[in-house]
């Protein structure tokens, strides 16, 4: 699930991560002196005390800013090694690893335009060797694990676990704007079980909180892009008081969420719950092709039509009210009209697949898929007590904003004043975004494009129905990872 490069939009949640022949990764240890780490910290803890409003204490907190291209891309800077070797990075919480790209790297393009790690200018760097692989959703990389001294700001991580690349398979990676990514997720999702920076900082005794926190500005002109603070909040980019949940299950950041609303109006497929992954490595919002399409609808955003969606809603749209009016369960009711498997308790057959999905499979499974969506598309009408003729017009409309193959769709500048607001349901409070917060502008070709900051992505149960929660989302609100009680805080952006 790619995205067009010159929107510099990338999606770097790891689906899939492996590990070729290797259980654990073999460490080695060193002795580490903590007391020098943090004396030789100490001189700058008052100064993120006072302008930070930490308390100063055993420990610190060390604020890095972000560069901003295009409110799609945020990184800073990081070195690896003694002396220092510096490369830009996007600080990622949907993945655990950090890689960078190796001086051993010989035959990707990538390497060619990003810097190199070289180890043999490094006096830290110890041998690991063990090869391993990473499959992003903007294309994988593969390499081996070598362990070195990390600078993060002015802390400096010792014996940290990294991947030297040797391979970079996506266009993506060769454009990027960016050298490598520092994975902020769990140890879980951790391929070789490496640790991640966040947990070494707090093993280290760098940090004085158990947190890490982002600020991600929207003002592509601003000098200062953004700010990621490792151990603490900075006050001065937040209003009001942090709304904390927790972290349902841990690998991701994976939050639980409810429904999301349109105007106030709710599109009901997340009413009854949905997971949602807190990722400041994509860079828009993914979500339910259900919902994006109702998105899409209501922002006139324009998509890609759908046959089977038309079809369903001309041959059986009828007979779908009917039995919604019926009290028929909506789950059973493509199994009733023989659409879709049904086993009693829970669809055997597809998920409800993305459009991208769809375009692969064939005959029936189309058709339960189109089936499902236009259930949740016709109950939503029916609580508005809209007519049948009303609820068959708004369906088919809906068929017609699927988004494209892509997972993106395009809207109207001009109309961007007359869009609704938009607002997910999170520890039972509305966070809302404006259009101008999820809308992305992007110049092309001397011309200005509008793109809706929403695309289909759909996880199939268990682990979905599932949302991405984006920079759209993490630019309108600060947003805390705290590791120490596995909780994530939403505060209104400043």
Not at 33 to 48: C, E, G, K, P, S
Not at 60 to 85: C, H, K, M, R, W
Not at 168 to 177: H, I, M, N
Request: charged share 20%; net charge negative.
């Amino acid at each position: 699930m790619e995205k067009k490069l010159f929107l510099g939009v990338i999606l770097l949640w790891a689906l899939i991560v492996s590990c070729e022949g290797l259980s654990r990764i073999s460490l080695t240890k060193k002795k580490l002196d903590v007391d020098t780490l943090r004396a030789a910290n100490a001189a700058r803890r008052q100064h993120f005390s006072q302008n930070l409003g930490l308390a100063a204490s055993s420990g610190e907190s060390d604020a890095i800013p972000l560069s901003n291209y295009l409110d799609a891309q945020y990184f800073g800077v990081i070195g690896v090694g003694t002396p220092p070797q510096n490369f830009t990075v996007i600080f990622d919480t949907g993945s655990s690893n950090l890689w960078v790209p190796s001086a051993k790297c010989y035959f990707s393009v990538a390497c060619y335009f990003h810097h190199k790690y070289k180890s043999k200018k490094s006096s830290s760097y110890t041998e690991n060797g063990e090869s391993c692989k990473i499959t992003y959703g903007s294309g994988s990389i593969s390499g081996f694990f070598s362990q070195d001294n990390v600078q993060v700001g002015e802390l400096t991580v010792t014996d940290q676990v990294f991947i030297e690349t040797t391979l970079e398979s996506s266009l993506t990676f060769v454009l990027a704007k960016f050298d490598g990514i520092l994975g902020l997720g769990y140890p879980e999702i951790s391929v070789g079980n490496a640790p991640p920076l966040w947990y070494n900082m707090a093993e280290q005794g760098l940090i004085e909180k158990n947190v890490f926190s982002f600020w991600l500005n929207r003002d592509e002109e601003d000098t200062i892009g953004g700010e990621l603070v490792f151990g603490g909040v900075d006050s001065k980019h937040f209003t009001g008081q942090h709304t904390y949940v927790n972290v349902t299950q841990k690998g991701y950041w994976q939050i639980e969420m409810g429904d999301l609303l349109i105007d106030g109006y709710s599109t009901g497929f997340c009413s009854g719950g949905c997971a949602a992954i807190v990722d400041s490595g994509t860079s828009l919002l993914a979500g339910p092709t259900t919902i994006v399409a109702q998105v899409n609808h209501a922002i006139g955003a324009e998509g890609v039509a759908s046959v089977e969606c038309k079809e369903i809603v001309n041959e059986y749209g009828d007979m779908i009210i009917e039995m919604l009016i019926a009290q028929t369960e909506p789950a059973k009711v493509c199994s009733k009209l023989n659409l879709c498997a049904f086993d009693g308790s829970h669809s055997v057959g597809n998920p409800i697949k993305s459009v991208v999905e769809m375009t692969k499979e064939k005959g029936s499974d189309l058709l339960c898929t189109a089936c499902e969506m236009a259930v949740v598309w016709m109950e939503n009408q029916l609580r508005e007590n809209a007519t049948k003729d009303r609820i068959l017009a708004y369906a088919n409309q809906l068929c017609e904003k699927l988004p494209s193959p892509m997972g993106e769709s395009t809207v109207s500048c001009d109309e961007i004043g007359n869009m609704p607001d938009i607002a997910f349901t999170i520890g039972g409070k509305a966070f809302t975004l404006t259009p101008d917060q999820y809308i992305l502008k992007v110049a092309e070709a001397g011309q200005t494009m509008c793109i809706s900051g929403f695309m289909a992505f759909d996880i199939p149960a268990p682990r979905g129905p599932l949302w991405i929660l984006g920079d759209v989302f993490m630019g309108a609100y600060h947003t805390v990872f705290d590791f120490g009680n596995d909780k994530v805080g939403f505060a209104k952006s400043a």
